[in-house]
């Protein structure tokens, strides 16, 4: 199936600073990602939709200018979390779809990046 | 948007038994249905999927079975094993819809 990286895996920052986690498609082209959320024990809840090109869509409650969205390839999805704070802790994931191969349906996720902002 | 429960949360059986576990959605344009393991502190993967023009898909151990009158889909697991403990997701996708919307979670033990 098709493969989704993602770096760092894990990443301890102080309070205030800025974060920069890279989403890439190795072997299939993805004109949108999907970047989803996870604190312990729960579901992964959707962040935004990056898109190739243009603007991220974000949810509902997601604040645009605090998670900076960035999809400048269609390989490449980069989520910067800005003016990080503890509660900014957590698990991003990123996903995506290759609309091209024989499984358009399948969302294929990244192994995650686990932030600690102390 | 979608609704989408998840039943039981925790779910404990002994090896060899089976496992269902219920996800109950609410968009009815919802017309494809996944379901997602995912190990501790590992990405999800999809174990099993069905599409709305069908009622049910089996894979060796696994099946699930969509009711989509009703509005909800089971995945089906026989003959547990210690390595199928993990967190199982429904996430029922509407028509339109990019992204997956993920259920609550079902935490599986299967003891030894």
């Known amino acids: 199936g098709a493969v989704v990286s993602q770096h760092p895996s894990w990443v301890i920052c102080k309070s205030g600073t800025s974060v920069k986690i890279e989403c890439r498609s190795l072997?299939?082209?993805?004109?949108?990602m999907f970047w989803y959320r996870q604190f312990p024990k729960q579901s992964l809840m959707l962040m935004a939709t990056?898109?190739?090109?243009?603007?991220?869509?974000?949810e509902q409650g997601v604040e645009k200018d605090k998670f900076l969205i960035n999809h400048a390839s269609l390989t490449l999805s980069t989520l910067t979390v800005t003016s990080a704070h503890p509660e900014d802790s957590s698990f991003y994931i990123c996903?995506?779809?290759?609309?091209?191969?024989?499984?358009?349906?399948?969302?294929?996720f990244g192994p995650g990046t686990r932030l600690l902002v102390l | 948007g979608e609704n989408v429960e998840q039943h039981p949360s925790t779910l404990s059986v002994q090896e060899g038994d089976s496992a269902v576990i219920k996800c109950t959605y609410s968009?009815?344009?919802?017309?494809?249905f996944p379901w997602y393991k995912q190990e501790l502190g590992k990405r999800p993967q999809l174990i099993i999927d069905i599409r709305s023009n069908v009622g049910e898909k089996k894979d060796q151990r696994i099946a699930v079975t969509l009711n989509k009158t009703a509005k909800h889909f089971s995945l089906h697991i026989t003959e547990t094993q210690p390595e199928d403990s993990a967190v199982y997701f429904c996430c029922p996708r509407p028509t339109g819809r990019r992204a997956l919307t993920f259920g609550s979670g079902t935490r599986l033990q299967v003891q030894p």
């Open positions: 968009d009815s344009a919802s017309n494809y």
């Open positions: 072997d299939f082209q993805a004109t949108t």
């Open positions: 996903s995506a779809r290759d609309t091209s191969g024989r499984n358009q349906e399948t969302q294929y």
């Open positions: 990056s898109n190739e090109g243009s603007k991220a869509t974000y």
